[in-house]
């Protein structure tokens, strides 16, 4: 059975949750929540001693663990790319979203993204941006409590993983989800079981009343880490600082039940400024609400909304009375277990965390030892299938060479009939037999069976060269080639050129000189006839273009037409000394 844990760390809260068995069927194991002193020397010791006690007390599995932190810390941005590929969009994201977000330097922030919609190519972003200084000091604070966490994720998207695992988002209305923290609430509309916008309001259940401002004043309250000199993050949504978190002055009774009021009104402002504003396809059905209760809260209305209690619990899971402040750590533990999840990760760049090598040693070791034993069978098998290749190279030289010349001692004659000086010299030294199976001890089979065919290929070469059939020495072009292939044209084309008739032909070869290639010159006289010599001449123009269109021609020699004497028996033209040059080289082969 699968045991997963999810914490949420905020500012002066956490809360731990601990899940059996899958994404479907599951049940919290161990919860705890508990405080973070920010107080004393050393607040950041102090709060990793209490995460320590914690997840010591709950037995948390620590190679399932993930983490949720404050959303306040985070800026949300929407943003439209021409694209939907994942990769592509993460290689391009900081550079798309960097002017939106002037407040910070791209490079010291955390960019992550949630794929909202899309429409053919374009795909709508909601963008988050955390500062790298808050995401470490909560892992520095993970590190020091003993705790590795494998992902990061904020409180909205955490809240939404919950509310997607108990099916309250439905495709058929819209929702607004609600996580009020200690000193922000993180507001998500969600459309058809997607999410349309996420911000984060400064006010929270700890957030100083104006009367309590002036004691913190005086006497100000020490943030988690500020002790180790980091500055207090950003507001996320208008880049202003944000107030106190916490009250360290004790209010009376009154001054806390206005300080309440102010905050509920204040957050049922902005939830009414988002409703108002909101652009959904579905009706926006509810409002569920979780994290630190207030009064005045649950219950009520938002502009006819009806405002709930986030219960993303199943019935006798083991969870508490009041269990809205465990949703957002059921929701990284959900995950976790592989349940719903907006894949969202802050775990990126250079804070991924050092233990990463120490969880991958042994499945590494593992791997590259039977990755080795594979190897050393492999190299086995490839050595045998070596052997045997050698062996039929040796048989193949040892016939290779009885074929050539032959073995006197068994009675076989070669196929060398007139020995060849080096070839039989070298075969009399190196011969394969059963004394001399190596052969030339400085070439192996296949090179020996190599220079055997270069010294037998040396000797055909001096053989084609006696016999003049080398290729060297060209023969002449035929004139009679070059006849044959221009009488063909005509007989091809003889539609064409209507009647004529061929008085005279000759062909002569023509040696090429200066550079210049053989050529053969086939001189024709001819006659076209017609109605009129017109017709007649309309024959003779479709001539030149037909023999240039062959590629044996390089050249024509076109003579001017005659007519025929008016006592002549018929009409038509004649032509005298039409001249072809002819490269038989680039002509059929005959």
């Known amino acids: 059975m699968a045991r997963t844990c999810g914490i949420r760390i905020g500012p002066r809260r956490f809360e731990i949750v601990v899940l059996d068995g899958g994404p479907k069927k599951h049940r919290i194991a161990a919860f705890k929540t508990g405080e973070l002193p920010t107080g004393g020397d050393e607040p950041l ?8 006690d914690a997840a010591k007390e709950l037995a948390i599995p620590v190679d399932a663990t993930s983490i949720a932190i404050d ?29 939106q977000l002037p407040q910070w330097d791209i490079g010291d922030v955390i960019i992550d993204f949630i794929p909202m919609d899309q429409v053919g190519d374009e795909t709508n972003l909601l963008v988050t941006a955390v500062p790298k200084t808050d995401l470490k000091r909560v892992l520095d604070l993970c590190s020091k409590a ?33 996580h009020v923290g200690e000193s922000s609430t993180s507001v998500v509309v969600v459309d058809g079981g997607k999410v349309r916008s996420m911000r984060a309001i400064h006010v929270g259940a700890f957030v100083a009343a104006p009367e309590a401002e002036k004691a913190a004043a005086e006497k100000p309250a020490e943030k988690l880490g500020e002790k180790l000199g980091d500055a207090p993050a950003p507001d996320a949504a208008a880049g202003e600082a944000s107030k106190p978190d916490a009250v360290s002055v004790a209010l009376d009774p009154e001054a806390e039940a206005r300080r309440l009021v102010n905050v509920v009104s204040r957050i049922k402002r902005e939830l009414g400024r988002t409703i108002s504003g909101s652009r959904t396809a579905n009706t926006i059905s509810a409002i569920y609400v979780c994290g630190y209760p207030l009064p005045e809260l649950v219950g009520t209305t938002v502009m006819d909304v009806p405002v709930y209690e986030l219960d993303v619990f199943e019935e006798d899971s083991g969870q508490p009375a009041s269990a809205a402040s465990l949703v957002v750590a059921y929701g990284v533990a959900l995950r976790q277990l592989g349940g719903p999840s907006l894949q969202t990760s802050l775990r990126r760049d250079e804070l991924k965390f050092t233990g990463t090598l120490e969880r991958v040693e042994l499945p590494l070791a593992i791997a590259a030892l039977l990755l080795a034993t594979l190897a050393g069978i492999f190299c086995m098998f490839e050595f045998m299938q070596l052997r045997g290749r050698e062996r039929d190279v040796k048989a193949w030289r040892a016939s290779s060479e009885n074929f050539l010349a032959g073995d006197p001692a068994k009675g076989h004659a070669g196929n060398l009939s007139q020995p ?8 009399k030294k190196y011969k394969y037999d059963d004394q001399n199976q190596d052969g030339d001890p400085e070439r192996n089979d296949l090179e020996q069976m190599q220079f055997e065919h270069m010294l037998l290929g ?24 070059a006849s044959t292939l221009v009488l063909g044209v005509f007989d091809a084309n003889k539609d064409k050129f209507g009647r004529f008739s061929i008085r005279m032909l000759d ?29 007649a001449t309309v024959g003779y123009d479709q001539l030149e273009p037909t023999l240039r269109a062959q590629p044996w021609v390089t050249d024509i020699e076109k003579r001017g037409s005659k007519e025929f004497d008016e006592k002549a028996p018929a009409k038509g033209v004649s032509i005298q000394q039409f001249t072809i040059i002819c490269d038989l080289t680039k002509g059929p082969k005959p």
């Open 45 to 52: 010791a102090a709060a990793a001693q209490a995460l320590r």
């Open 71 to 99: 959303a306040g810390m985070a800026a949300f941005r929407t943003l439209k790319l021409p694209f939907s590929d994942r990769e592509k969009i993460e290689e391009v994201l900081k550079f798309e979203v960097e002017s």
């Open 146 to 178: 003993g705790i590795e966490p494998l992902e990061a994720d904020l409180e909205s998207t955490a809240m939404v993983n919950a509310a997607l695992g108990a099916d309250v988002c439905r495709v058929d209305d819209a929702q607004i989800l609600l």
């Open 420 to 427: 060849l000086t080096d070839l039989d010299n070298y075969l």
């Open 458 to 481: 040396r000797e055909v070469k001096k053989l084609e060269n006696q016999l003049g059939t080398s290729g060297e020495v060209t023969m002449p072009q035929s004139a009679l080639q």
């Open 507 to 535: 062909a002569t070869y023509v040696q090429g000189t200066s550079g210049r290639v053989d050529t053969v010159k086939v001189v024709l006289d001819l006659s076209f006839f017609g109605e009129t010599a017109v017709d």
